[in-house]
């Protein structure tokens, strides 16, 4: 069992000093433990020993005493040592230093607290009592120092001010400005229930502010920290522990780490890469969070042949696939398959192939084969590959790959090793353009695309690429609002 003692403050609290009241060798004494790196809770046997020099030295028999079951709350205890009315133990013509002894309640084991810590004056300041200062005793600073009094300030305002009347700055040190080991400074505020509120000093050579609750539960605190920059932590509550947690350098990678814990947690990590800089619960991430998210569904069959039912009104699905749209976008349907046809000479065998949104009609995504009559009988094989682009809704939305085998028996058509695949896009990032016709048969003939034609369609992809930021921009501002005014609400509730 590790103990660290952080602090050491010597406080006297005599109310009232009278010639004849008995003086005895007794001080407040006030510090913080931690415990294999954290603060100490619980209780302890604190044992105080007053030595004659810093290492080593002669320590009287009557220069000891034990405190027993001194609670430390979140590493801080107070105990009230007296070592009798002996008036020999502090003398101001002799230094003196003091060693702590800590021991768990009820364990076996004793840590002696190093270094000794030196005894200052304000513990001397005992001594003045049974000197012939003794009838100088006041309510000011200065005399509550030099006669080791309590202040009261409830006669007056209450308020008690340092200042600087020539427009310098006003200090208050709390430990040495300028000697090393003459202890850390703190400050301990108390409620008027006697519970400690607040403590702010110095603990292992960091700046360290604790704040807590009416009970005495610790309820947030901030400090510097040992590799640089600092942290702060705010409790849930007493048994929860920790809800809310900033390190601004993290491990000492000069990255900042933020922490969140309740029902869920999470966390994010500026010194993490790629996903693990971001770690949310299951389920956090909506779909308005997902604009941008691209994905995919595919659907093959390799094993069986499709037939095509011969006739020329009739349409059979190839193949065909489901996706999931998670907001509105495009999608991008690829189809591919292997068509195998007997022809008879003197006859026409056709075969039309659409990729569709339905299953009862072709879309203007066509391909055609075509065996004239004047072809031998045989046996034909043509591998296909079709593409098309398709707007789609949030939601389930299916895609067919169609056939029609537009000829009379007895010639026959299958579709071989069949694919069909969906890809969600959810930006377009320039014109999508479809004359939306359906033509089968042989196509009309037209001239090749112009250099105007080309000039328009460059124009079309510049429009609906701005046409997409503002859209996109209206919406960051829309979430935006929304999350502000999420955060008003917290600050009013």
Avoid at 140 to 162: C, K, R
Wanted: hydrophobic letters at 40%; glycine letters at 10%; aromatic letters at 10%.
């Amino acid at each position: 069992m590790l103990f660290r003692n952080l602090a050491l403050s010597a406080i006297f609290a005599v109310s009232t000093i009278a010639c004849a009241q008995t003086i005895t060798d007794s001080f407040t004494y006030q510090g913080y433990l931690e415990e294999s790196g954290m603060p100490a809770n619980g209780l302890y046997d604190v044992s105080f020993f007053i030595f004659d020099s810093e290492v080593g030295g002669f320590s009287p028999p009557d220069a000891n005493v034990t405190v027993t079951n001194v609670e430390a709350v979140d590493g801080a205890f107070t105990a009230v040592v007296d070592f009798g009315v002996s008036g020999q133990i502090f003398d101001s013509t002799q230094t003196r230093w003091l060693e702590v002894r800590v021991t768990q309640a009820g364990q076996p084991g004793t840590t002696i607290l190093s270094p000794r810590q030196q005894i200052t004056p304000t513990t001397l300041a005992n001594y003045a009592l049974r000197s012939e200062y003794a009838q100088h005793s006041g309510t000011t600073l200065q005399n509550a120092y030099a006669n080791g009094e309590s202040i009261d300030v409830s006669s007056g305002s209450g308020v008690v001010s340092i200042f600087n009347s020539i427009g310098q700055s006003a200090r208050l040190n709390l430990g040495s400005a300028t000697t090393p080991g003459n202890g850390s400074g703190f400050i301990n505020v108390y409620n008027d229930d006697a519970r400690l509120n607040a403590v702010m000093g110095s603990s292992l050579g960091r700046g360290r502010f604790r704040v807590f609750d009416s009970l005495g539960n610790p309820g947030a605190y901030m400090e510097s920290n040992t590799l640089g920059g600092g942290r702060i932590q705010v409790f849930r509550n007493d048994s929860e522990g920790i809800g809310f947690s900033v390190d601004g350098n993290h491990a000492g990678t000069e990255n900042t780490r933020v922490d969140i814990f309740g029902q869920q947690s999470m966390s994010f990590n500026t010194s993490a890469v790629a996903d693990m800089s971001v770690i949310l619960p299951n389920g956090a991430i909506n779909s308005t969070e997902l604009l941008n998210e691209a994905g995919l569904a595919t659907n093959s069959n390799t094993t069986a042949l499709a037939t095509l039912t011969p006739g020329f009104l009739n349409i059979d699905t190839i193949e065909s696939v489901t996706i999931q749209a998670p907001t509105d976008g495009y999608i991008l349907l690829f189809a591919t398959t292997s068509i195998r046809m007997i022809h008879f000479a003197g006859d026409t065998t056709e075969v039309t192939l659409s990729l569709s949104t339905t299953p009862t009609a072709f879309s203007s995504f066509l391909c055609q084969l075509r065996i004239d009559e004047l072809n031998s009988d045989g046996f034909y094989a043509y591998p296909v590959s079709m593409h098309g682009v398709f707007p789609v809704t949030e939601g389930s939305n299916t895609f067919y790959f169609l056939g029609n085998h537009a000829t009379n028996a007895p010639s026959a058509a299958w579709a071989a090793d069949r694919q069909i695949t969906s890809v969600f896009i959810p930006t377009a990032y320039g014109s999508i353009t479809r004359d939306g016709a359906v033509q089968l048969g042989y196509p009309a003939v037209a001239p090749a695309k112009s250099q105007l034609d080309i000039i328009a369609e460059q124009n079309a992809s510049l429009r609906a690429n701005n046409e997409r930021l503002e859209r996109e921009f209206n919406e960051m501002k829309a979430q935006m609002q929304r999350i502000l005014e999420h955060a008003q609400h917290g600050l009013d509730d």
